[in-house]
């Protein structure tokens, strides 16, 4: 049955409903934002979500995108209501309401989604098992009070663009602002640009350190695992110049920034659970002269008892690290006398570069027969992910390295007891945490086995019985085979 007061539908995630007039964004009148629906009908960068939630807008329609869409992220790490993916709505109406969790946009509030929105649930016993996706001031300050594990990883992207959205109008040179700049490149030229500005580079230095002791003012004596820059030129180039192999082609760049920001943090607390961890990492060297450009600074990574001393990692993002995760641990401990802290899954990505298939799903796509198909390509449980997890899992073995997984992957629950069991740490959003951590308690006096994980999965997915035969023996086999690893 349709239900004629459905105007759109898309991806949101969260559990919040609102509703309210709906205004188009406009970047030339801000001010009428506040307590609207504001509707972005073409791509968003982020400075301009940065602006957008500057002025506290109700809710944000967003015409592209999908569950792992930037904008979406970055609006739910602020738990503003958003639903990313819609495609063009048209006619646009005067009033909507938004019910995020669904992923539906009515022509009229739906009494059932009226409940007041329970922001969050406070975990009620010690969590140490699930750590905190964040990526804004707010967001650290909720995953204290739920009760997260510690920082899984901070986006220091996120910082960058609200930096940016605060100094659009500093003068690079007469007549031509940090904005105009923007707009002739991009988000991502401008936070390279702003790293090599004698003042800018002040301001974005003062931005990351003010938000580092936030994170050391509410997680003291817990991990706060800081990535590097990561963000792209073009949401359609997701696979080019981006991540450390950016911060590295130009000698540092936002990297260097960073570090010096950590330096100075180092110096004033005595805080041992600070880690840096590097994204996108595709060949060894760019472990290796990323790492190099910490101990440069002055920082440590080998002696905790020294005050300038901070953990390192790196991201797992593409089958090339994941297939290389065992020879890069053993040549690093090589090349610097320790294993890296901390290995970071991003499964968001990772999935993307396994599969060929992008995270993110052009509304140009002209059927949403098509767009479906397409988007259910993109599937985090496919088996050659899967993979990947057990043999980063068993790389690690006896190698004081813990594992994190990001992404959408580590807030199902269908992954919990195989993460379990690979002794893998699930990082979520905030508004996850308390889901993710129940179902991490109830494995916590069991000992799982591979096989009872496998079936949270494979009755999860699409295959059939004599698919599901095949991919339970090859799966054992694989895990069996690197055995080699435990040694």
């Known amino acids: 049955m349709v239900d004629n007061n459905i105007i759109a539908t898309g991806y949101g995630g969260l559990d919040l409903s609102t509703g309210g ?37 109700a809710g944000v329609i967003l015409a592209i995108g999908n569950r792992n869409y930037h904008p979406l992220i970055f609006f739910k790490d602020l738990l503003i209501p958003c639903i990313a993916g819609t495609g063009l709505i048209d006619p646009l109406p005067s009033y909507v309401f938004m019910s995020c969790k669904k992923g539906i946009i009515y022509s009229h509030s739906i009494i059932d989604d009226q409940k007041k929105n329970n922001i969050y649930e406070v975990i009620d016993t010690d969590n140490e098992e699930v750590f905190a996706n964040i990526g804004s001031e707010e967001a650290i300050e909720i995953s204290y009070k739920i009760g997260a594990a510690g920082i899984g990883i901070f986006r220091t992207e996120f910082t960058a663009v609200r930096m940016l959205a605060e100094h659009l109008n500093y003068l690079l040179k007469p007549n031509y602002t940090l904005e105009n700049y923007i707009i002739e490149n991009s988000e991502a030229d401008a936070i390279y640009l702003v790293a090599n500005h004698s003042q800018l580079q002040i301001y974005l230095k003062e931005a ?147 599969l060929g298939v992008g ?43 813990i594992v994190i997984i990001h992404g959408e992957l580590a807030a199902d629950n269908r992954i919990a007891r195989l993460l379990n069991f690979l002794k893998i740490y699930p990082s979520v959003t905030v508004l996850k945490l308390n889901d993710v951590f129940n179902s991490f308690r109830k494995l916590r006096h069991f000992d799982v ?39």
């Open 21 to 57: 007039e709906l205004v188009v964004w406009n970047r030339t009148n801000l001010t009428i934002l506040e307590g609207k629906i504001v509707y972005v009908g073409s791509s968003l960068p982020l400075y301009q979500a940065a602006l957008i939630a500057k002025y506290k807008p």
């Open 208 to 354: 990351f350190i003010k938000v580092i002791r936030l994170a050391l003012r509410y997680f003291p004596e817990k991990s706060i695992i800081i990535r590097s820059i990561d963000i792209e030129r073009d949401e359609r180039d997701s696979l080019g110049y981006r991540g450390i192999r950016r911060c590295i082609a130009e000698n540092g760049g936002v990297l260097k920034i960073i570090i010096q920001a950590l330096k100075e943090i180092s110096l004033e607390t005595n805080h041992k659970n600070i880690s840096l961890i590097f994204p996108l990492v595709s060949e060894y060297s760019q472990i290796s002269i990323a790492t190099n450009m910490v101990l440069d600074s002055g920082l440590q990574i080998s002696n905790s008892s020294l005050r300038n001393y901070i953990k390192i990692g790196w991201k797992i993002e593409q089958p090339s690290s994941a297939l290389n995760t065992n020879i890069w641990l053993n040549t690093f401990f090589l090349d610097f006398d320790v294993f890296p802290h901390y290995l970071g899954i991003g499964t968001n990505d990772l999935t993307q570069f396994t």
């Open 359 to 401: 995270r993110y799903i052009p509304f140009t796509v002209e059927t949403s027969v098509v767009r479906k198909y397409i988007d259910n390509l993109y599937n985090e449980f496919d088996f050659a992910i899967i993979k990947q997890l057990i043999l980063i899992s068993r790389s690690v073995a006896n190698k004081n390295t």
């Open 449 to 487: 086995s591979f096989e009872e994980a496998l079936n949270d999965i494979i009755d999860n997915e699409v295959v059939s019985l004599r698919e599901k035969d095949f991919i339970k023996k090859d799966l054992k086999f694989w895990l069996q085979s690197l055995s080699y690893l435990d040694q």
